[in-house]
C-alpha cells in the first residue's frame, strides 16, 4: 500500500447524487495531476439504502480500488427519512456513518453530517476513534446548504469540507462546477463550497493526512470501461446498435445511444434480447458494422441468433457484462462466473472470438480488434467485462484516443469485386466457397448487382441451398473452425499481445495467472509482494478464444507454482487453460472471491503467501482450490 | 454512384428470373399450399419490375421458411420466429432494400408473437407473409396457434382447449398499416395483395391461407373463398379501424366454420418507422450501408465528445 496516497469514501443513500459527486472529485484529483481510480457500491434499488463510491488518488499510476481508504464523507441517507415530518425510519439512518468504519485505516478522518446524522447513535464510534486514531469531524453540512441553496447541495459542503482538511485547493470543483451549471444554482455551490472550507479552516486539525501531489505530462481524461467499449465501437465505425436494456450492459448502450445519432448512426431499443441479437445480424447482413450485447440473463437469450451468425458468417459484436448470477442473481455486484457461457453457449461446435480486456485501455483496443476480426473473419466476436470495470474510472492520456475512424467492412466486396467474383451457373454467387485458406470466403450485400446468395442458418453449399451432404458438411465445418486458427496466427504475429506480462522483478519464478478485471488488482499486488521479496510475475489473458497457447504455456513453463485468480467459485478460466493447454495441472492453483465484491490487493498478497508456505490461503472471503495432485 | 446498383434498376423481369436452379419438390409435398405463396410472389415481384438483387427475402423456419430456398433473391434463412427482427434491422440500414419476410403460424403467432407485435407497432416499411396452415409442418402435424379448438394432434391426444389466435386483428391492434388475408387457392387474388403490400408504405401484413394436405388432411380447406372487394356483401371502409376490426372479427370466425373470406382488410397512410426516425433524427437520410463505400465521407469521430471526460 502505497502511504502517499488519498482513498476518499463519500457514502450515503443511493439516489443523493453520491454518484456525480465522486465523479467530480475524481475528475478534480486529476486534473490537479494525480493518478485516480474509482470504486462504485451501491445496492440493487432505485433510492435510498447505503451506498459509497471511493476515489483512490496517487502521483503513482493507481490500477484498483486498494484495500481500505483513509478519508470518509458520510453524507447521511435522505432517503432514510421521512421527508415531511422529518422522522427517521428503522435503524438505517446511521448507516452511511457505522457501515463504512471496517475499511477506515488507522489515522484516517471522518467528516460527517451533523445535520442529518447523530454520532452518539454509533456504538462506540468514540472508542473506536481512539483506538485507531482516527479524526473525527462533525459538521452541519445540511445547515450549511440550507443557508446559501437548498439542502440537497449539502453534497457540495462535503466536498468543500474535506477539501480544507486535506489541504487542497478548491480551483478545480469551482472550475467543475462552472462548467456544468450556471446562474444561481451556481451562484448558490460556490457560496457553500466556500462557506464549508472556510468554516474547516478555521477549526483546529489534529490528523496529518494530505492530498498528494503529482503532475501529467499530458491531458488526462476519466473513463469507464463501458465509454471505453462505446468509444472502441465508434471510432471501428460501429453505425448500429440494438439492445435491451439490463444492468450492467445498460450502460454501453445509453452511451451508444446518446452518441450514435449525432453521428449518423443508429440506435434500437427493442422488444428483448433475441430481437436485439437478431436486429444486429440483420443491419451487418444488409452492410452496416453493427453490435448488441448484454448481461447474463440476456445473453443467454442471445444464444440462438449467436449461432446463426456462426453459421451465415454474418460479422457482428456482443458485449457481454457479467454480473453475479446465475439468473438475476446480484444485479450491481461483479463476478466472473459467465466465462463458461460466453464460449460455449448455442448449440454446435463453438466458431466465435472471444476477449476479456483488463482494464479501460485495453477495453477499448480490444473492442476495436473484435470489430476487425468480426469483420475480416465474418464471425460473432465477443468482449466479455464485468460491473467493475463497467464502472470503475481510471484516467487515461487522452491522446490514447486519438484515433482514425475505421470503415472497412473486412472481408465484403465491392460490386466490382462482386462481378469479378465466381458465380455458380445458376448464376448465384459463390457465397460459402470450400477452398480458402485463412477459411474466409468473402461476402457480397444485398443491393449489389449479381451477388445474390442464401444466408442460411441450416448447413449449405458455396451457394448458400440447404445440403446436407457429407463431404459437403465436413468442408464447410473445416472452413469455419479454419477462421479460428487463422486468427490465432493473426494475433499471435501482432505487434502487441493482448496478454498483459506484469514481471518487476525481471524474471520471476513465482506467477499469478488472471484474466479480465482483475487485472489490474494483480498487477497491484504483485508490486507489493516483490517489495516483500518473493519473486512473482503475473500474466493477464484477454484471448478466452481462440486460446493464446503460446503465452500462457510460455508463462506456466517459467514458473515453478502459479495461482489463478478470478471472481467464481468454480475456477472457470483454471479449467480453461488445462483444457486448452492439456497439461500444468499440477502446477496451478486457485484464489477464488464471489461474495460480489472484487479482490482487494491485500487479500491476493495473503492468499499467494499462505500458498506458497503451505498453509491455508483461503481468507474470510475468498475460497481456495489447490493444484491437481495436491 | 451508388454501391448498390440493382436498386431501383429499371427493366423487364422476367419471372423466371427468381427461380434459383433447385426445386421446392426437394421439401414441399405435393398439393402443399407452399408453392402458391412462392408463385405468387414471383408473380408479383415480375409484375413491379424488381430486380431480384434488390430484394431481400428473410425467413424463419418450418416448412414455410424453405421459401427462401426456392426463390432467387437475397436471402436470409434465419431461426424459428425470429425474421422479422433481422429483416427490419436489414431495412433501417438500407432503407432502399425490397425486405420480405415470412414464415409459418407456429413462426409468426407462436414463437414470434413479441416480434409479429412489436414490427408491425413501429410499422417498418416491409411485407411479412405469414403461412397459415393450420398446424405446425415441418415437425409433423403438431396443433398450431391457428388450429381450431377442440383439433386433435400427437401433442394434443385429447383436442386443444384453446382458442385460435385471431391474427388479422391481432395485427391491427398492434399497428400494421396493411393488413390482408389471402390463399393460395386464389392465386390471382394473392399476386395482386402481394404486390399491394410490397407497394405499401409500412407494415403489410399478410394472412397468407395454405393448405398442408399432409397434416391437415383436408387438401381443399380453403375452398371455397370469397373476395369481400368483390362482393357487396361485404362493403365497408378499409381506413376505418373500426370498420375494419368488425370485418376481421367477422372473418376469423366464419373461418372455422369454413366459410374463407379473403382481400384487402385495412389500410392506413401513416408515416413508416424510418420516416418517423429521421424526423426525429434518429436516422440519417441516406442509408447507412451506403457510407462504407464512399469514399468522400467524412467519418464522426468518437472523440469529438472527449471534453466531458477531461
Ligand atoms: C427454437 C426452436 N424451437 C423449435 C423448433 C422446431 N420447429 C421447426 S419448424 C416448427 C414449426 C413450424 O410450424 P409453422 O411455423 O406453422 O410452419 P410450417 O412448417 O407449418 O410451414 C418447429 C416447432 C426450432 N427449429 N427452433
Ligand atoms: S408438411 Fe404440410 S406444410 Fe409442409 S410441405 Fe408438406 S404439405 Fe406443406
Redesign the interface.
Known amino acids: 500500500m502505497t502511504d502517499n496516497e488519498l482513498v476518499w469514501r463519500i457514502a450515503g443513500g443511493s439516489g443523493d447524487g453520491i454518484d456525480s459527486t465522486s465523479q467530480n472529485f475524481a475528475?478534480a484529483l486529476m486534473?490537479s495531476g494525480l493518478s485516480v481510480f474509482t470504486h462504485r457500491h451501491y445496492p440493487s434499488r432505485i433510492r435510498g439504502g447505503h451506498t459509497y463510491v471511493e476515489v483512490r488518488a496517487s502521483a503513482d499510476k493507481v490500477k484498483s480500488r486498494g484495500d481500505g481508504y483513509n478519508c470518509l464523507l458520510a453524507l447521511g441517507d435522505s432517503f432514510a427519512r421521512n421527508p415531511q415530518d422529518e422522522a427517521y425510519y428503522g435503524n438505517e439512518e446511521v448507516k452511511p456513518l457505522s457501515e463504512n468504519l471496517d475499511e477506515l485505516r488507522e489515522g484516517g478522518v471522518i467528516v460527517y453530517d451533523e445535520g442529518l446524522l447523530d454520532g452518539s447513535e454509533v456504538d462506540d464510534l468514540d472508542e473506536r476513534a481512539e483506538e485507531n486514531d482516527w479524526h473525527v469531524y462533525p459538521l452541519d453540512l445540511r445547515g450549511m446548504a440550507r443557508e446559501h441553496g437548498r439542502e440537497v447541495m449539502r453534497n457540495t459542503a462535503g466536498v468543500g469540507a474535506t477539501a480544507a482538511l486535506l489541504g487542497m485547493d478548491t480551483g478545480p470543483f469551482e472550475e467543475l462546477m462552472e462548467e456544468r451549471m450556471g446562474g444561481d444554482i451556481l451562484e448558490q455551490n460556490l457560496d457553500i463550497i466556500q462557506m464549508a472550507y472556510d468554516q474547516v479552516a478555521e477549526m483546529d486539525h489534529s490528523h496529518d493526512l494530505r492530498v498528494p501531489e503529482g503532475e501529467h505530462d499530458e491531458?488526462?481524461?476519466?473513463?469507464s470501461g463501458s465509454?471505453a467499449i462505446?468509444?472502441g465501437a465508434?471510432?471501428e465505425?460501429c453505425?448500429?446498435i440494438?439492445g435491451y436494456p439490463m444492468t450492467p450492459w445498460t450502460d454501453v448502450f445509453t452511451i451508444m445511444s446518446q452518441?450514435?445519432?449525432?453521428?449518423?448512426?443508429?440506435?434500437?431499443q427493442?422488444?428483448?434480447e433475441?430481437?436485439?441479437a437478431?436486429?444486429?445480424?440483420?443491419?451487418?447482413?444488409?452492410?452496416?458494422?453493427?453490435m448488441s450485447g448484454s448481461s447474463g440473463g440476456g445473453f443467454a437469450l442471445m444464444s440462438?441468433?449467436l449461432g446463426?451468425a456462426e453459421i451465415?458468417e454474418t460479422p457482428v459484436v456482443l458485449v457481454e457484462s457479467m454480473r453475479a448470477g446465475p439468473s438475476t442473481g446480484m444485479p450491481t455486484k461483479p463476478e466472473q462466473a459467465d466465462l463458461e457461457h460466453v464460449l460455449y453457449t448455442s448449440q454446435g461446435d463453438s466458431n466465435r472470438v472471444v476477449f476479456a480486456p483488463g482494464n479501460q485501455q485495453e477495453a477499448y483496443e480490444q473492442t476495436r480488434t473484435a470489430f476487425q476480426l468480426a469483420y475480416d473473419y465474418q464471425m460473432p466476436a465477443i468482449v466479455i467485462y464485468d460491473q467493475k470495470l463497467s464502472g470503475e474510472l481510471q484516467n487515461v492520456p487522452?491522446s490514447f484516443?486519438?484515433?482514425e475512424?475505421n470503415?472497412?467492412?473486412g472481408a465484403t466486396l465491392?460490386?466490382e469485386q462482386v462481378a469479378e467474383a465466381e458465380h455458380h451457373?445458376?448464376?448465384?454467387f459463390n457465397r460459402y466457397q470450400h477452398d480458402p485458406e485463412n477459411g474466409v470466403s468473402p461476402r457480397s450485400?444485398?443491393?449489389?448487382?449479381?451477388?445474390?446468395?442464401?444466408?442460411?442458418?441450416?448447413e449449405h453449399n458455396p451457394q448458400?441451398?440447404?445440403d446436407e451432404d457429407p463431404d459437403n458438411r465436413i468442408a464447410q465445418m473445416n472452413r469455419r473452425m479454419r477462421k479460428l486458427s487463422s486468427i490465432r496466427t493473426e494475433l499471435d504475429e501482432a505487434e502487441e499481445s493482448n496478454q498483459t506480462l506484469h514481471d518487476p522483478s525481471g524474471d520471476a519464478e513465482y506467477g499469478i495467472l488472471t484474466w479480465g478485471s482483475s487485472q489490474g488488482t494483480v498487477e497491484e499486488a504483485v508490486d507489493r509482494l516483490n517489495e516483500r521479496g518473493h519473486a512473482v510475475k503475473s500474466l493477464g489473458v484477454s484471448d478466452m478464444m481462440p486460446y493464446p497457447e503460446a503465452d500462457v504455456a510460455g508463462f506456466l513453463e517459467s514458473v515453478d507454482e502459479c495461482l489463478v485468480v478470478e471472481m467464481n467459485a468454480t475456477a472457470q478460466f483454471r479449467g480453461l487453460t488445462q483444457k486448452e493447454l492439456g497439461r500444468f495441472g499440477e502446477k496451478m492453483s486457485s484464489l477464488l472471491k464471489y461474495n460480489g465484491n472484487p479482490f482487494e490487493p491485500a487479500e491476493i498478497v495473503e492468499g499467494f503467501e499462505a500458498s506458497i508456505n503451505g498453509g491455508d490461503p483461503a481468507g474470510e472471503t475468498t475460497k481456495y482450490v489447490p493444484a491437481a495432485g495436491d | 454512384m451508388s454501391?448498390?446498383?440493382?436498386?431501383g434498376?429499371e427493366r423487364e423481369i422476367d419471372q423466371n428470373e427468381f427461380t434459383?436452379?433447385?426445386e421446392p419438390q426437394a421439401t414441399w409435398c405435393p398439393g402443399c399450399g407452399d408453392f402458391g405463396v412462392l408463385k405468387a410472389l414471383k408473380g408479383a415481384m415480375a409484375e413491379l419490375g424488381k430486380?431480384?438483387?434488390?430484394?431481400?427475402l428473410?425467413t424463419g423456419?418450418g416448412c414455410s421458411g424453405?421459401l427462401?430456398?426456392y426463390f432467387?433473391?437475397?436471402?436470409?434463412?434465419?431461426?424459428h420466429g425470429?425474421s422479422l427482427?433481422?429483416?427490419?434491422?436489414?431495412?433501417?440500414?438500407?432503407p432502399?432494400?425490397e425486405v420480405v419476410a415470412a414464415g409459418g403460424d407456429g413462426d409468426g403467432y407462436g414463437i414470434g408473437g413479441?416480434?409479429f407485435?412489436?414490427t408491425a407497432r413501429e410499422n417498418h416499411d416491409m411485407t411479412y407473409i405469414v403461412f397459415n396452415n393450420e398446424i405446425f409442418g415441418l415437425t409433423k402435424g403438431q396443433t398450431s396457434p391457428t388450429s381450431p379448438k377442440g383439433h386433435k394432434s400427437k401433442t394434443q391426444p385429447h383436442g386443444s382447449a384453446k382458442d385460435p389466435v385471431r391474427p388479422l386483428s391481432m395485427s391491427l391492434s398492434a399497428g400494421a398499416s396493411y393488413v390482408a388475408r389471402t390463399a393460395a387457392v386464389n392465386p390471382n387474388q394473392a399476386k395482386e395483395i402481394i404486390k399491394e403490400a410490397v407497394e405499401h408504405d409500412g407494415f403489410a401484413h399478410i394472412d397468407f391461407l395454405t393448405q398442408c394436405p399432409t397434416w391437415n388432411k383436408d387438401a381443399r380447406q380453403y375452398v371455397p373463398y370469397t373476395d369481400i372487394q368483390q362482393d357487396d356483401e361485404f362493403d365497408f371502409d378499409v381506413t376505418d379501424r373500426r370498420e375494419a376490426a368488425d370485418a376481421m372479427y367477422d372473418a376469423e370466425s366464419r373461418l372455422y366454420e369454413g366459410e374463407v373470406l379473403t382481400g384487402r382488410f385495412y389500410r392506413d397512410d401513416r408515416p413508416s418507422y424510418s420516416q418517423e426516425?429521421q424526423s426525429t433524427?434518429?436516422?440519417?437520410e441516406t442509408p447507412?450501408?451506403e457510407?462504407?463505400?464512399d469514399d468522400d465521407?467524412e467519418?464522426?469521430?468518437?472523440?469529438d465528445?472527449?471534453d466531458r471526460?477531461?
Open positions: 475528475k486534473r491531458t488526462q481524461v476519466l473513463v465509454t462505446a468509444y465508434l471510432d465505425g453505425r448500429f440494438a452518441n450514435l445519432p449525432a453521428m449518423g448512426g443508429i440506435s434500437e427493442v422488444e428483448d433475441i430481437a436485439a437478431a436486429l444486429a445480424l440483420g443491419a451487418s447482413h444488409a452492410g452496416a458494422k453493427a440462438e441468433p446463426l451465415t487522452e484516443f486519438d484515433r475512424p470503415p472497412d467492412l465491392t460490386e451457373a445458376s448464376g448465384k450485400l444485398p443491393g449489389q448487382a449479381d451477388g445474390r446468395f442464401l444466408a442460411s442458418g441450416n448458400g441451398h440447404i | 454501391a448498390f446498383s440493382a436498386i434498376e434459383p436452379g433447385i430486380n431480384p438483387d434488390e430484394v431481400l428473410v423456419i424453405k427462401s430456398s432467387n433473391s437475397y436471402g436470409y434463412h434465419s431461426i425470429r427482427p433481422v429483416a427490419r434491422a436489414a431495412k433501417l440500414a438500407n432502399d432494400l413479441n416480434h407485435m412489436h426516425k433524427g434518429e436516422m440519417p447507412l450501408a457510407r462504407y463505400f465521407y467519418w464522426e469521430r468518437s472523440y465528445f472527449m471526460h477531461r
